[in-house]
């Protein structure tokens, strides 16, 4: 069964620098959402969107953004990139309002060196 | 704040015995819990979720229990497996009243260790 796929998988990233991160959620998958671990640290809400708009908000810093297309793939744009930023970034998609399933994706290493 | 929490970071149990970790949620109008398990390196692994209608829910090897009088959640994993070694995470679901589903919040994991 296909899966949530993000890439990549690795990122090394310079201070200061920029990073775009993509999600391509489960077909007929309509919602997605942003997450941030931090190492040792439980997964923390950034981000989500429903039919290609925003739905939540999270501990999303304003250097961050993201945005949901037409496919449903979406991206986490991430500029200003400073040391604490490096962690795992999960993204996981859900089917419409009434089914309750949450499937996460792989995650995405960024190092900011 | 309103928080997901777990009482015990790290569990060490021996190969065949039956497990339990524990989580504790704040917000009583949550209305759906899950709970996931992560190996290093991963994503997230959904194992078994619970609504707040229901008190018990049974999977294969797992069982989720909810106390919505105390605000308590338990996972337990029966017959415990060398691979059951990972990282135990309860996830609450707040509803989003715009209309979408609500998003998951994490409480603190539980690192699982199986000793063979």
């Known amino acids: 069964a296909a899966g949530v796929i993000q890439s990549p998988r690795h990122l090394i990233k310079e201070k200061r620098e920029t990073a775009t991160l993509k999600c391509y959620p489960i077909?007929?998958?309509?919602?997605v959402y942003w997450y941030q671990q931090g190492p040792g640290q439980d997964p923390q809400f950034l981000i989500s969107f429903y039919e290609k708009m925003q739905s939540d908000k999270g501990s999303i810093p304003d250097r961050f953004s993201a945005q949901q297309f037409s496919d449903y793939h979406s991206e986490l744009n991430m500029s200003s990139l400073e040391l604490g930023d490096s962690a795992l970034y999960f993204c996981?998609?859900?089917?419409?309002?009434?089914?309750?399933?949450?499937?996460f994706g792989s995650g995405t290493r960024l190092t900011v060196v | 704040g309103e928080s997901v929490g777990l009482h015990l970071p790290t569990l060490s149990v021996q190969e065949g015995d039956n497990s339990i970790i524990n989580c504790a949620y704040s917000n009583s109008a949550s209305d759906y819990f899950i709970w996931y398990k992560q190996e290093s390196g991963k994503g997230p692994q959904f194992i078994i979720d619970?609504?707040?209608?229901?008190d018990k829910r049974q999977g294969q090897r797992v069982t989720v229990l909810l106390n919505k009088t105390v605000k308590h959640l338990s996972l337990q994993i029966a017959a415990t497996q060398p691979g059951d070694s990972a990282v135990y995470f309860c996830a609450e679901k707040r509803m989003n009243y715009g209309g979408s589903q609500g998003n998951l919040i994490f409480g603190k994991g539980t690192k699982l260790s199986v000793k063979p």
């Open positions: 996981a998609s859900s089917p419409g309002l009434e089914d309750y399933g949450y499937t």
């Open positions: 619970i609504r707040s209608n229901m």
């Open positions: 077909p007929r998958h309509d919602t």
